[in-house]
Every structure is written in C-alpha cells, then in structure tokens.
C-alpha cells in the first residue's frame, strides 16, 4: 500500500477545525482506494510565535522538507500578533524555500450554490504568480516614526520568474477550454507589466491552440463582476492573483469554498495545500467554519501525489453534498455536519 507523508500545520482560528474535518474525509479516501496517509502535526502558529518569539522553529523549512506534501489550515491571529509577522515567518518563507512558484486557485459554482451573482456556469482557474512580484520582501523603512521617514518596496519580476508562471498557465489552459487571460497593469506600471505583457506574447507564440487575452487589474475585476463565465484560465503575480481570488471566491460562494495549492513543478520540494481564506477570529471555535475549501485543497493535494481518482472521488463527494443542500450558505449547516455529509457520500 502505497504511503503519503504529510506535514499538518492547523495553525491559528479556524484552521484547526478545518484541517480537522479534511483529513477525516482524506483518510476515508485513503481507505476506499488504498492509500495511507501517516501524519505528523506542527504546532506552528501565532500561539506558537507569543511562546517561542518566532512563527516556526529555524530548522522548520528542513524538517518539512521530508514531506511528500504539506496541507496548512490558516495563520493569523492579528489581535495578539500582526499579520505581517504571522505572514513573512511561517506561509511565505515556506512557498519560497520550496520554490512553490505556482498557486493554483479553481473557482467554481458548485451543485446546488448559488452565489451573490448566481453566475451560472462560473467555472475559472487562477494561476497566481507565488513567490516574488509585489511580495519579494525586497524593501525597507528608513527614519522610523520621524517625519522624514521613507518606506520603500520594491516588486521584483525575473525572466525566469515571469516565464515559468506563463508556461504553466499556457499548459493548464491547454487542458481546459484554451483560453488564458493574462492580468497586469501595463498602462500605469511600465517595466515590470509592459515586460509581463511581452513575455506573455513570446510564449503565446508557442501555444498556437491557446487563444489569450490581455487585460488590466481593474478591468479585470469589473468582468470577473459582469460576465465571469466568459473567462477560463487567469494568470496573473502574486498580488493581482491574491486580490482576484478573493473575488473569485466571492463569486462562488464565499471564502469557505475556495481551495488553493502552492506547486513546486519539479516536485523536488514538497507543495502545500491550503483554503484560500484565514483563520476567521469572528467565527473561531464556534464549528461553523465551512471545511469544503480545506477538503477540495486536500483533493488537489491527492491528485498532486498521483491518487487522481480519490481525488475525483472527494470533489465528487463535495458536489453531492451541496446538491443536498449540505453547506451551501453560512451558517446553515455545522462544520462536523458538513464533514459527515461528504464523508457519507464518499463512502456510499
Ligand atoms: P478570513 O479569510 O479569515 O475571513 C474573512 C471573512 O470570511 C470572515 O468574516 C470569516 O468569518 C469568513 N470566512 C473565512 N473562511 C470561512 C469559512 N471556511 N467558513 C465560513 N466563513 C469563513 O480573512 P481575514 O479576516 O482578513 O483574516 C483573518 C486572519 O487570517 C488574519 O490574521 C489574516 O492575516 C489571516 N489570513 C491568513 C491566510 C492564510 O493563512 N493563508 C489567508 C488570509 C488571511
């Protein structure tokens, strides 16, 4: 029997419960296709930061290197640690030192969801640039609280950066409906994005079957608004693509359907799967928390080591439930019911 190593870091709020509801749903999976999936849970988090004065351990990258996958719950807790602590210390040094450079974000109505814009049809896959952009780190504040004081960030786009994101895109559009929609801001940034644009026609010339579009950040955000069945795959850095997720989340539905994979391609290093959304303080420990977006993340994360069809099996579990009417609007349903009900549907 084949056995999967995961490293589970639940983290802060919300992310415990749902990383909880996952992997009982992962292990039924495991279970009905035979694969095992042996664990070992990471404490890291910002309880952990307020303990021991940093988010991981130092030789954290390291140890989570061993793993065949990660699957994180959520980090933040901004009441007691600030999120661009929780942030830089745990989530972005990970994607970074495992080169993730591909975050893979599948916004889809689901049977039975509706969706503030009952976009019917709505069913897109954003690819957002992980791990340089507008979130290198590369910057720095000079006269700390005087008048005179200066921040400065810098984004950074590489060729090799630029491509390798393009080239997955252009790939996963390949597999779906061919189309790709580029996302920059070339008209008012004139380096980085009109260099985004010209490397994204270079590789088009490679992909004759891809038909693509280009547009800017906030034309983008009105279309994804008035007519997002139009659109299949979306490329975009780290930024746009972190802002237009949540609108695709929203328009699926909420936050609690939105799942995410950070892929290092050449799978040297492990990827990790996370929901999309936070660790919720306002509805933390109340098991409420909807766990379909931790549970579809762990479906990517099955595919990803090479169960395809456990994973086709858990997305189809998800999709009965909600035809049900299991989980399909806030607060309906409990976090533990929601589990049960795709549990059972995966098991019948
Ligand atoms: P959030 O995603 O935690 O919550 C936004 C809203 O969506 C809240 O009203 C919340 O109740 C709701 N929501 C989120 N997930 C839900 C779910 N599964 N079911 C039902 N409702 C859900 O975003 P936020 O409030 O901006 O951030 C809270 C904390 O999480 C902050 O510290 C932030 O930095 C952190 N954060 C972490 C990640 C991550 O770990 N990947 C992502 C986003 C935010």
Request: glycine share 10%; with cysteine.
């Amino acid at each position: 029997m084949t056995l999967h190593k995961l490293a589970l870091i639940p983290g802060d709020g919300i992310g415990v419960d749902v990383i909880d509801a996952a992997m009982t749903v992962l292990r039924s999976a495991g279970e009905r296709f035979g694969f095992g999936l042996e664990t070992e849970t990471f404490p890291w988090s910002c309880a952990y930061y307020l303990e021991h004065g940093t988010m991981m351990p130092a030789d954290g990258i390291d140890t989570l290197r061993g793993f065949d996958a990660i699957f994180l719950g959520a980090v933040g807790w901004p009441e007691t640690v600030p999120d661009s602590v929780s942030l830089h210390g745990l989530l972005l040094p990970i994607r970074k030192a495992f080169d993730q450079y591909a975050n893979i974000r599948p916004h889809r109505l689901l049977s039975g969801v509706e969706g503030p814009l009952k976009a019917e049809g709505f069913d897109i896959l954003c690819i957002r640039e992980n791990t340089e952009g507008e979130y290198s780190g590369a910057g720095g504040r000079v006269h700390q609280g005087k008048g005179n004081e200066v921040a400065v960030e810098t984004s950074v786009f590489t060729r090799l950066g630029v491509e390798r994101i393009l080239r997955f895109g252009f790939e996963q559009a390949r597999a779906r409906r061919k189309h790709l929609t580029s996302v920059t801001k070339s008209n008012a940034q004139k380096y980085s994005m009109v260099f985004w644009d010209e490397v994204t026609r270079e590789l088009a010339a490679g992909y004759p079957d891809v038909t693509v579009s280009h547009m800017h950040i906030d034309a983008m955000a009105a279309k994804m608004v008035m007519a997002p069945q139009d659109l299949d795959v979306i490329v975009a850095s780290n930024l746009f693509g972190d802002i237009l997720t949540d609108l695709g989340a929203a328009i699926q539905g909420g936050l609690g359907f939105a799942a995410s994979a950070n892929i290092s391609p050449d799978r040297a290093n492990p990827s990790m799967f996370e929901p999309v959304h936070g660790s919720a303080p306002d509805i933390a420990g109340r098991n409420i928390a909807n766990p379909i977006a931790a549970i579809w993340s762990g479906a990517q994360m099955l595919d990803h080591l090479g169960e395809g069809e456990a994973a086709a099996a858990v997305l189809a579990a998800i999709e009965t439930a909600t035809a049900q009417g299991i989980g399909i609007r806030p607060g309906l349903h409990s976090t533990d019911e929601i589990t049960t009900a795709i549990r059972a549907a995966l098991e019948a």
